[in-house]
């Protein structure tokens, strides 16, 4: 009789366990989704009133003809617009690279070219957000960059992978171009090994 009473307990806290476990799977995964949908949805707010904020600068440009070498960037400054036609990719660029710039948008790299000036321009995204796209990048695609004081387009010269702390494809360079740099591989879950760099010179 004990033996039976026993199953019995065991049975009934195996049950308990089991709805507990789901209930709070339940909780867990409904938290995650809000999580995500809340910070997409902030990132697309961010990127609108950047992108309202930089027609706001070309039009200030075109009345006033400031110089943009008075400009001193700041972290979170919005400093342009970079648009890949054959992807369909359009996204706002700040300047930085900190976790918070990237969540909402893609980064001008410290110590690179500004956006706009002659030399190697570098810009930072995540894979799997707004740089997802260059995974379908080609040689002789066109890269257009919007800022302020122009509109400049590039053409793809060569697509690489590299070591995270290869910054070779960052180093300063004497004709007008641009590197994009993304995690890699793509579909990789958690922290990615390899870097994604994407080249292209000024038509």
């Known amino acids: ?9 065991l049975s009934t806290r195996s049950r308990q366990l089991l709805r507990w476990t789901k209930r709070s799977l339940f909780i867990i995964g409904g938290v995650t989704i809000a999580y995500v949908t809340l910070t997409l949805l902030y990132a697309r707010f961010c990127q609108e009133a950047a992108g309202n904020s930089l027609d706001k600068q070309i039009y200030a440009e075109a009345q006033h003809h400031a110089s943009s070498s008075r400009i001193v960037a700041k972290e979170g400054d919005v400093l342009g617009r970079i648009e890949i036609p054959r992807l369909g990719l359009t996204v706002e ?7 918070r710039t990237l969540r909402v948008g893609v980064g001008h790299i410290e110590g690179t ?21 260059l995974k379908d990048i080609r040689t002789g695609d066109e890269i257009q960059l919007q800022t302020a004081t122009g ?10 992978i590299v070591a995270p702390r290869d910054t070779a494809i960052l180093s300063p360079s004497t004709e007008s171009a641009i590197t994009l740099v993304t995690c890699y591989p793509f579909r990789f879950i958690g922290s990615a090994p390899e870097r994604f760099a994407v080249r292209a010179r000024k038509e």
Not at 93 to 98: I, L, S, Y
Not at 114 to 130: C, E, K, M, Q, Y
Not at 151 to 160: A, E, G, N, P, T
């Open 93 to 99: 660029v700040f300047e930085g690279t900190t976790p």
């Open 113 to 133: 070219a500004l956006p706009g000036a002659s030399g190697n321009i570098g810009i930072a995204g995540h894979r799997d957000t707004f740089f997802r796209g």
């Open 151 to 160: 509109l400049w387009r590039y053409k793809v010269d060569w697509v690489q």
């Open 1 to 9: 009789m004990k033996t039976t009473n026993n199953q019995q307990m």
